[in-house]
């Protein structure tokens, strides 16, 4: 699959290593990272990117209205949730918002490439 | 004092160290980590004096989920609670069941201690079905938006031909007038007469066409309102048998219309509250299936029974319907077997009955016969 340019958004600086390091191995590019959801709303327009990773559990604005936020204003956005809520409500909520794809951590590499080779074949 | 402190101090750290999960202890206040136990310190080292959030989560701030305002009375003492939940760690990947509450620590501080128990193995299963559930939900959205665009398009296409069908109609006024104009003001030769005859025909059976399918939208969409209207359902089978008897479909066949099993006297009417809009392409449709559905040589017989509580229009015919229609008859594009057929005249019989809070029924139980009954409810029109 083509290379993507993707945006990190956790409020884990371990995490955004993690991910971004584990996207760089499978090909893509990370163009920018947001700590909290209000952040990922405001640089979301001038990164444009291809894919938004999300958190759910940040302070200022959670991921799941942060995800809404964007789709507001970018309907064809393509965010996937990356988190450690696997509770049905949560999970329900977030697809509610708009959420194109569901990973649990820890995240695997295998399940990451797949989930977004998916994303990108429907939506990109 | 001091001595008695340090050994319950003692005393405590001695039985956390043998309890084979995790424990931290930590200053409510200062979120200093007091102390760590035995099964603690191999994955964290000497990690007693040190920040809990820096040192088991590498934050610079206190965690989102910290728990201890929870354990806490308003006066900062214990209050007694249990927190419980899952928690899943970024630093060392995995996922813990925490257990904490607020006690007194020998010094004298008010210190929360935390149980964790590694459940990363159980929460592995948990998440793939998770994450099955949450595809699972995505698809559902994906399906559903399909559906509505699918939605979308038939009511785009129901928009169209309903104003197709409306536009048509006026040039079709035209070719149903203009055949008049030539037969009454010129002298036309008998040949050319009979031609223009056939087609303000033709133009006539479109209007009723037309008629019948905006009539027929109408019924499957719930839009249509019955308007009854005092009518002789007797003297409308009549005309339409007659008319239908010239066409070629009843050809080689005879069709025979009678009352309640007998011949028709003078003057007889069967009055009745209905629209014959509906009435007369409804008649038309089973009597011209009864005909297609007939042998070469056969009958086809159209009774009329008015009855008390209803009027029953029974029309038999020397066909036999396929078995495998038979109970799907008066559903929306069955047919079988008929060059042309397209499923709608049955159908459309039916729902023109219903509109009139009737009925349609097919007893194909005897060989070599089929016989379709209408039943017509009384909805306060006159008696026979």
């Known amino acids: ?124 | 004092m001091q001595s008695g402190s340090m050994l319950e101090s003692a005393l405590l750290k001695t039985h956390f160290d043998v309890i084979p999960f995790g424990i931290y202890v930590v200053d409510v206040v200062s979120y200093e980590l007091v102390f760590v136990n035995r099964h603690y310190r191999k994955s964290l080292g000497q990690a007693e004096g040190g920040i809990c959030y820096k040192v088991l989560y590498d934050n610079d701030t206190p965690c989102l989920h910290c728990r201890i305002p929870e354990l806490l009375t308003e006066a900062g003492l214990p209050n007694g609670q249990t927190a419980i939940y899952d928690h899943y760690n970024d630093r060392n990947e995995r996922w813990a069941q925490i257990q904490e509450k607020a006690m007194g620590w020998p010094d004298g501080r008010v210190v929360k201690y935390a149980i964790a128990v590694d459940i990363s193995e159980l929460k592995e299963t948990q998440n793939r079905l998770a994450e099955a559930h949450a595809e699972l939900a995505i698809r559902n959205r994906e399906l559903a938006g399909q559906n509505k665009a699918l939605t979308d398009s038939m009511d785009l296409r129901e928009h169209v031909e309903r104003i197709a069908r409306h536009d048509l109609k006026a040039p079709l006024s035209a070719l149903i007038g203009l055949p008049q104009v030539l037969l009454e003001n010129y002298d036309l030769p008998p040949q050319a007469a009979e031609i223009v005859g056939l087609m303000e025909q033709a133009a006539h059976s479109m209007l009723d066409m037309l008629n019948q399918s905006l009539v027929l939208y109408r019924l499957e969409t719930g839009s249509f309102t019955l308007t009854p209207q005092p009518l002789d359902l007797l003297d409308l089978a009549q005309r339409t048998c007659t008319r239908l008897s010239n066409m070629p479909t009843a050809r080689g066949r005879s069709l025979l219309t009678s009352l309640s099993g007998a011949p028709i006297p003078s003057g007889a009417r069967v009055d009745f509250a209905g629209d014959d809009l509906l009435l007369g392409p409804m008649l038309q449709n089973i009597i011209v299936n009864a005909l297609e559905a007939s042998p070469e040589g056969g009958l086809v017989s159209v009774d009329l029974r008015p009855e008390s509580d209803a009027t029953r229009l029974v029309v038999t015919n020397d066909g036999e319907v396929p078995p495998e229609i038979r109970a799907r008859m008066f559903e929306k594009y069955v047919t079988q077997g008929k060059r042309g057929g397209t499923g709608l005249g049955a159908y459309s019989a039916f729902l023109a009955a219903k509109a009139h809070g009737g009925r349609i029924d097919l007893d194909a139980g005897t060989p070599g016969r089929t016989v379709v009954t209408v039943t017509l409810p009384r909805l306060g029109g006159g008696g026979a």
């Open chain 1, 1 to 124: 699959m083509k290379s993507l340019r993707i945006l990190v958004v956790d409020d884990s600086g371990l995490t955004v290593k993690k991910m971004t390091k584990l996207l760089t191995d499978i090909g893509h590019e990370v163009v920018g990272v947001a700590t909290t959801g209000q952040q990922a709303v405001d640089i979301f327009a001038s990164l444009a990117p291809d894919l938004t990773t999300m958190d759910i559990t940040m302070p200022d604005l959670n991921g799941i209205e942060a995800t809404r936020r964007i789709l507001a204003d970018h309907p064809q956005a393509c965010i996937i949730m990356v988190t450690s809520h696997g509770q049905e409500q949560m999970v329900m909520d977030a697809i509610e918002a708009g959420a194109k794809g569901y990973i649990l951590k820890p995240v695997k590499q295998e399940k990451l490439a797949e989930t977004l080779e998916t994303v990108a074949a429907k939506y990109l």
